[in-house]
């Protein structure tokens, strides 16, 4: 059936057929169709809004499916709207909007859809008697719903009722509500309720649960809350301050007066709101107050006042350490470049080096020259990210790690930070430290660090960071690649003497009572120590030893009866204090050997000599490496054997000499690992003394890497090894080339002392090494090739023609060649 009739919009509000629903009604056009409907049948057309904020709704903005109402009752208000009471009566569908502006106007198709009985559909019945009980359960939970409701629905025996009724007055969306009145069956309307009836009980179940866990909660809370109340009555009535409210105002005023970034004045008073609503005595209360008073004792703009005197910082840098030039030029640059500008990003130095060559008390010194405070964290052992970064609130016992604490400490943002041992960091499951070091080291980064536990950010820009390793293998390299190498070698024995004059005696003297006692250690005593009682690349056992000496005279001193006033100690009176010998160096043999070469290596004591020795003996070419070798060595000693047979021909050797010949090459103190590729040049010159019958000459000394063509390539410890040299007694030292750079490190008293002596090949470094043959040498090819004179051809395609002269240039002069 078809009729037309107007149309009342409805915002946020479904009237389902049977339902009785008041109504305030304000728009015009609203209005305007009321009062036409009040002059006819008084029917009108009720159809919800698609969107309940549009106030002057188009046609493709109502649904189309809507309920017939009948006005009951219609009154006006003052202020112009409406109010009306209206009932519905049936479904329809709007078909067509009529022209009209005054009101909406449409042709509706009225629905009247066929209700079976449930005695004619049994399957209808059950589902009827499935929606009673659901509603039930909704009602038992829902305490809005009247339990009447439940009286009257069941005496509903029409079916289409029965789900409009329910629809009407249970809690669904809006859009859910829209399905059930479009829903022209009422099988399915019947289906689509029970379905959302029971998703709704479910909700309210859930919702059930956690109001009855609340409600558990708050009275534990007001429990808690009434008993607080009745002690602090007590404490009140016994006299006793609020100390709570006193810390509460002291915090404040704290607060106010710390100068801090707005973000952690911010956080702190969103901390203190949090903590004066809070029970004293709660868990929480004590987590809070931690973390303002950890923001409030950081030194955020607390900083000392640097000294910028490059000359008396200098002075200082000078008196405190022997030596260490490269460390002390870079921290007066820093100081000079702050002179001329206001704001320089602090400098990231690594101190890489040794054990004892006063690597963390440099650091000391730099914090008294330039006026800061010192802070030192040791990094050893530390394998937990949140060691640097800090630990994060929710943990009990959560803390700022090392970097915040450290300044908390020390009370300046200014300070030098000495990260010490940063290669000996380790990693597990918790986090790798060293990535977290990342951040703090980056001086692009760190002027915004947030540490997990102040979750602020604090900038970490001024601080003057200085990091120690003794070695860079351990440290990764992003890290390595933020901060400055400094690396630092180990003392010389000269050095190490001066610094037992200027520093160690005096004070050992002073720290064991005899600084009444005139004690005079000589140059020879101070000479032994270190040569036969210490082996190390810094100072500290120098300085156990000379302790143990002057606590040996203390003793004397006490036994004579504090009589006698001065100790002459020289070499013989050392080794009658502190024993025999400990530690020897290797030094030159006596006389020139074959098959032994003196080669040189560097230690963490330093550098030392490290002889090579090579035995030739009848075999199938078998080679033998022994000495506790690494891999890289071994392969030295291939590359060496190698080369040795590329130039059998210009060492007048047959081409398959090894094949004869069985190669032992043995380095001496075999519990010692050894490894690296310097020892190419002396295991060569090694083999070919040991294969011609040459000797070497015993003052000479050797390093370099070789490769197959014969180069000599460039090697790392210059310096310690050319020490080791002069200590050894050597007078040569044959280096690499292109370590010629590396020359104006070593003391210029030992280049003056010592013949150092550039190689780019290994002919060159085995005519410097090995003795002259002597002028009726039958080794003609030999000779000529320590004389300068080689003719033998390196391209193989040659070498059997030129073997074919060689022999018969000697059997004209009436000599043969032999077994070489």
């Known amino acids: 059936m078809v009729r037309k009739i107007p149309l009342l919009p409805l915002r946020e509000l479904i009237v389902f057929p049977h339902e009785v629903v008041p109504l305030f009604v304000g728009r015009e056009k609203s209005i305007n169709a009321l009062e036409e409907a009040m002059a006819g049948d008084r029917s009108i057309l009720l159809c919800a809004q698609k969107k309940a904020k549009i106030n002057d709704p188009k046609p493709d903005g109502i649904h189309a499916y809507g309920t017939i109402g009948n006005i009951l009752q219609l009154l006006r208000l003052p202020d112009g709207t409406v109010k009306v009471l209206v009932e519905g009566k049936q479904r329809a569908k709007i078909t067509k909007y009529a022209d009209n502006e005054r009101y909406f106007l449409c042709e509706v198709n009225v629905i009247e859809s066929p209700t079976p009985t449930p005695e004619e559909d049994p399957e209808l019945a059950a589902l009827i008697r499935s929606v009673h009980a659901t509603f039930e359960g909704y009602v038992k939970l829902n305490k809005r719903v009247p339990p009447e409701l439940v009286v009257s629905v069941q005496g509903i025996d029409n079916p289409s009722r029965l789900a409009d009724t329910i629809a009407a007055h249970v809690n669904f969306k809006l859009s859910s509500k829209q399905e059930l009145l479009e829903a022209e069956s009422v099988r399915a309307r019947l289906e689509k309720l029970f379905e959302l009836m029971q998703s709704e009980i479910e909700i309210l179940q859930v919702e059930k649960k956690i109001r009855t866990r609340v409600k558990k909660q708050m009275e534990k809370n007001q429990k808690e809350y009434y008993l607080n109340e009745q002690m602090q009555a007590i404490q009140k009535e016994l006299g006793s301050q609020d100390e709570f409210k006193n810390e509460l105002t002291e915090l404040e005023e704290k607060i106010r007066k710390k100068k801090m970034s707005a973000e952690a004045v911010d956080r702190l008073k969103k901390e203190l709101r949090k ?121 009990i016992g959560a803390m700022p790690g090392k970097i915040i604490q450290g300044l908390r400490k020390c009370g300046s943002s200014n300070p030098v930070f000495l990260l010490d041992e940063i290669d000996k960091m380790s990693m597990d499951f918790r986090g790798d430290p060293s990535a977290a070091m990342l951040e703090v080291l980056d001086p692009e980064q760190n002027n915004a660090f947030v540490d997990h536990f102040l979750d602020l950010e604090y900038d970490l820009s001024d601080v003057l960071f200085i990091c120690t390793a003794n070695s860079l293998h351990t440290i990764p390299l992003p890290l390595q690649d933020r901060m400055e190498i400094i690396s630092l070698t180990g003392y010389t024995d000269e050095e190490k003497a001066k610094i037992a004059r200027q520093y160690l005696i005096p004070k050992q003297i002073e720290q064991n009572g005899m600084a009444g006692v005139d004690v005079n250690l000589t140059d020879s005593a101070v000479r032994e120590i270190v040569d036969h009682y210490t082996k190390e690349a810094g100072v500290r056992s ?75 003996s009848a075999g199938k070419g078998k080679v033998t490496l022994t000495g506790k070798l690494g891999e890289v060595m071994q ?93 050894g007694g050597m007078k040569t030292v044959l280096c690499p080339r292109e370590n010629e750079k590396d020359i104006a490190e070593i003391p210029k008293n030992i280049v003056k002392g010592i013949e150092l002596k550039l190689v780019s090949s290994l002919d060159e470094a085995i005519r410097a090494a090995l003795v002259l043959p002597a002028e009726d040498s039958p080794n003609h090819a030999f000779r000529d090739f320590m004389a300068g004179a080689d003719t033998a051809p390196v391209n193989w395609r040659d070498a059997h023609l030129y073997l074919q002269d060689r022999r018969r240039k000697e059997r004209g002069e009436g000599r043969d060649l032999g077994p070489h």
Not at 312 to 335: F, V
Not at 590 to 595: C, K, M, P
Request: proline share 4%.
């Open 275 to 395: 903590l004066k609503m809070m029970s004293p005595m709660s868990a929480e209360a004590t987590v809070v107050r931690n973390y303002i008073d950890t923001v409030i004792a950081l030194p955020w703009e607390d900083r000392t006042q640097d000294k910028i005197d490059v000359a008396e910082a200098e002075a200082i840098l000078n008196e405190d350490h022997y030596g260490l030039e490269k460390p002390k030029e870079r921290i007066l640059e820093y100081l000079a470049v702050q002179s001329l500008v206001s704001k320089i990003k602090g400098p990231i130095l690594c101190l890489v080096g040794p054990p004892g060559v006063g690597k963390t008390s440099l650091a000391k010194s730099v914090a008294r020259a330039t006026n800061r405070k010192f802070i030192r964290v040791s990094l050893g052992g530390v394998r937990d990210e949140a060691e640097i970064r800090g630990h994060r609130r929710t943990y």
């Open 542 to 616: 120098l300085e156990r030893q000379i302790s143990a000496v002057t606590r040996k005279l203390a003793v004397e001193y006490i036994k004579d009866g504090k009589s006698k006033k001065s100790y002459k100690i020289d070499g013989r009176a050392v080794q009658r204090l502190l024993g025999a010998r400990k530690y020897r160096y290797n030094s030159a043999d006596s006389s020139d050997q074959i098959g032994m070469a003196n080669g040189l290596a560097v230690t963490m004591f330093g550098g030392d000599l490290l002889p090579a020795e090579a035995t030739i």
């Open 635 to 727: 392969e030295s000693a291939q590359a060496a054997l190698t080369y040795v047979r590329a130039r059998s021909l210009a060492f007048g050797l047959e081409p398959d000499f090894h094949e004869h010949l069985d190669f032992h090459i043995h380095f001496p103190e075999g519990a010692v690992p050894k490894d690296g590729p310097s020892a190419g040049v002396t295991i060569v010159v090694a083999l070919v003394s040991a294969l011609l019958q040459t000797p070497v000459r015993k003052d000479v000394a050797m390093t370099g890497e070789i490769n197959l063509r014969g180069k000599v390539l460039p090697i790392g410890g210059l310096k310690e090894k050319v020490l080791a040299a002069y200590r």
